[in-house]
């Protein structure tokens, strides 16, 4: 087999402060269930799904050619405490450059220990992959910035949790898997140098076209509240919770990432939490705005002494640039929010804002489900049961004639509604469902069924309406759980 990636491996020119070398360990029996041949053809990766060398490539059985692994170094605020953590159990095997330039990381998450392991085994369960492909394909497909799924290879060991699991491997794609964390880790243990390098190359990698502007700490904050701003704004479209916040697990370049407890509203509850260890709801649904500012002073807090050398004025200087966050966040959540019911951002009146205040109470207090109310408003769902009631119909009134006073006539407002309205998301019962047919009776129909139809959420194809169906008793009890 050629080579299959073009790799690099830029991150390393920072030193061996920021990473450890490391090998994957070998598994059993790798077998290729799941990958994802179109994304491989859209970073030039040469591979084959029928490739019989594959498995072991992906597995980490057999290195990569051109592959010099690392687990990355890095620290991270966990529910608001300072830890060390690092990769301890993702191995990069490097950065693949795609053939339009542009720069891949490419890890094994589940590949084996790594010397950042602490008492964990390195590995996951082929249930939790599989999950993460579902659902960072379906951020992707919602056209929201995250990680992408190369593929899922099982690994024919056992990976012992609460109870026995099947073990599987994950290949994960980002643009880099530099996080807030890893400017913690550089101001925690490393020198001012470090941390300055860190940050050029961060820049340098991320936002090569951005001017520094007062320097380059501040610069990148900048970037990266900007780059969050929107990325929250987004989840909050599509009602995506993403359930494990902590500083670690938000990316520097503002992608989505760190699939483990995440799921998707069903009926509308800004205070809703589906991790099983966020008893306190830390990071509920309405919560994601105020923890990704939260996050941010954590990044600012970390570059401070590259900022200014006198840490008042640097204190000032962060906290100026932090600052921009609540006013850009609600311009842009607003925007994204206002075209979900049909008014694009010229038209956004106090009487849109109030509209849909007044929408967002409504739902909350009827339990509405998050996606189908906006596919009602859009007119692609009858307004049957709760919709045909009277306060939703004044509602619907009061809409119609703000879009006239805007200007906006039926077919526009739909069509501004169309990319913002999935019709389908990732419902859990139905992930679960998916998971369940794969993992217990190693039948992949459903699972391959759900995929396609999250890959294309806003015009999906096929029999799919009882998958825009919530589940029938609600949510219930369910919960979601960290590192499976
Ligand atoms: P996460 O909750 O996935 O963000 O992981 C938090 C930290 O725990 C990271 O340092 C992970 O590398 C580490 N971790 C999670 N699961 C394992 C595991 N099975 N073995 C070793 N380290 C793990
Ligand atoms: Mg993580």
């Not at 402060?17 to 994957?24: D, G, M, Q, Y």
């Not at 790594?114 to 082929?126: E, I, Q």
């Not at 593929?151 to 056992?158: E, L, P, Y």
Request: with cysteine.
């Amino acid at each position: 087999m050629d080579s299959v990636f073009q790799f690099n491996h830029s991150y390393q020119s920072l030193g061996d402060a920021f990473f450890k070398k490391v090998l994957p360990t070998p598994v059993a029996a790798p077998a290729l269930l799941l990958f994802n041949q179109p994304l491989a053809i859209k970073l030039g990766i040469q591979a084959d799904e029928n490739d019989s060398l594959l498995a072991g490539i992906l597995s980490g059985n057999k290195l990569a050619e051109g592959s010099i692994s690392i687990a990355q170094a890095y620290a991270g605020h966990q529910f608001g405490y300072f830890t060390m953590l690092g990769d301890g159990r993702a191995i990069l095997l490097g950065e693949h450059i795609s053939p339009d330039g542009q720069r891949w990381d490419v890890q094994l998450k589940g590949a084996g220990p790594t010397p950042y392991s602490r008492r964990g085994d390195g590995r996951a369960t082929l249930r939790a992959m599989l999950r993460e492909y579902l659902i960072s394909e379906a951020m992707h497909g919602l056209g929201i910035s995250s990680s992408r799924s190369l593929a899922v290879v099982t690994t024919g060991d056992k990976v012992f949790r609460e109870e026995i699991q099947a073990g599987a491997v994950l290949t994960r794609i980002m643009k880099s898997h530099i996080r807030v964390g890893t400017f913690e880790y550089a101001r925690q243990y490393l020198k001012t140098e470090d941390l300055e390098s860190l940050t050029k190359y961060t820049l340098n990698r991320h936002y090569p076209a951005v001017e520094i502007q007062q320097n380059a700490a501040l610069t990148l904050l900048e970037q990266v509240l900007q780059q969050q701003a929107r990325l929250i704004a987004e989840w909050m479209r599509v009602g995506f919770i993403h359930g494990v916040m902590n500083t670690d697990n938000m990316s520097i370049a503002g992608e989505t990432f760190d699939y483990g407890p995440c799921a998707f509203l069903n009926s509308y509850d800004s205070t809703k939490a589906f991790s099983s260890i966020d008893t306190n709801g830390r990071y509920a649904f309405g919560n994601q705005p105020n923890i990704a500012h939260w996050n941010l002073s954590c990044l600012a807090n970390a570059l401070l002494p590259i900022i200014h050398s006198d840490t008042d004025t640097a204190v000032k200087m962060a906290t100026e640039v932090l600052n921009q966050f609540p006013s850009l966040y609600t311009q842009l959540y607003t925007a994204t929010m206002a075209a979900k019911i049909g008014f694009d951002e010229n038209n956004i009146s106090n009487e849109v804002i109030d509209l849909l205040k007044e929408l967002m109470q409504w739902m909350q207090k009827e339990q509405a489900d998050y996606t189908n109310t906006f596919l009602t408003i859009q007119g692609a769902l009858q307004c049957e049961g709760i919709y045909s009631g009277l306060t939703f119909t004044n509602w619907l009134e009061k809409r119609s004639s703000l879009l006239l006073a805007a200007g906006i006539n039926n077919e526009k407002a739909t069509e501004i509604m169309f990319h913002k309205n999935p019709v389908i998301i990732p419902r859990n019962h139905r992930v679960e469902e998916a998971l369940d047919a794969v993992v217990m009776h190693n039948d992949r129909a459903k699972f391959n069924q759900l995929l396609q139809w999250v890959q294309c959420p806003y015009k999906p194809v096929g029999d799919y309406s009882a998958f825009m169906e919530p589940p029938v008793n609600g949510d219930g009890f369910y919960a979601t759980y960290c590192g499976t």
